[in-house]
């Protein structure tokens, strides 16, 4: 079973931190890293279906960062 955190390492504040914990502990205590990485894959994706001119950059840069 992991380790209950605090969400400080992510520096979310309240009530952001507590929140995550909480989730986290009803989640069959999912770990903080997990979630947080499954939250934010869904947000980008999101977004970037939301504003194609923001896909059109985060492309761009994706490219420039594997060049």
Do not use: W
Request: glycine residues 6%; proline residues 6%.
């Amino acid at each position: 079973m992991p380790k209950p955190s605090k969400g400080s390492r992510f520096g979310l504040g309240e009530p952001i931190q507590g929140l995550l914990a909480d989730f986290c502990a009803a989640h069959y205590n999912a770990s903080e890293r997990d979630v947080v990485r499954t939250a934010l894959e869904i947000f980008i994706y999101q977004r970037l279906e939301a504003e194609p001119e923001m896909r059109k950059r985060f492309e761009d840069a994706r490219k420039n960062v594997s060049a």
